[in-house]
């Protein structure tokens, strides 16, 4: 399965692009990956590595120098109890 994110710019200024990590379990003890090994400069990314497993992502700034911001907050893909969810969210999300 393909995991497709999307985010809105950070509205400071000189930012070079964006780091994608994926914590690939649900525990702190699951490791956390860095899909880009560069910054991207596109609000959108595919991670065609998802599979099946719950994942957690999230997105950090990267200013001129290669300093990262803070990460965003943790957005799901294919999260655990996810029918429980469905009467809040809209298709789109998870």
């Known amino acids: ?30 490791p956390v990956s860095r899909l880009t090994a560069e910054p991207i400069t596109a609000t959108t990314f595919q991670d065609e590595s998802a599979g099946k497993q719950a994942r957690r992502y999230y997105i950090v700034a990267v200013d001129a120098l290669g300093q990262e911001g803070f990460p965003s907050s943790p957005v799901w893909f294919q999260r655990e109890w996810r029918d429980f969810y469905l009467p809040f969210i809209g298709d789109w999300h998870q």
Do not use: F, Q
């Not at 999307?6 to 690939?24: F, L, Q, T």
């Open 1 to 30: 399965m393909t995991c497709h994110l999307k985010w809105s710019p950070n509205p400071e200024r000189g930012i070079a692009g964006y780091r994608v990590y994926r914590m690939d379990g649900r525990y702190d003890k699951a």
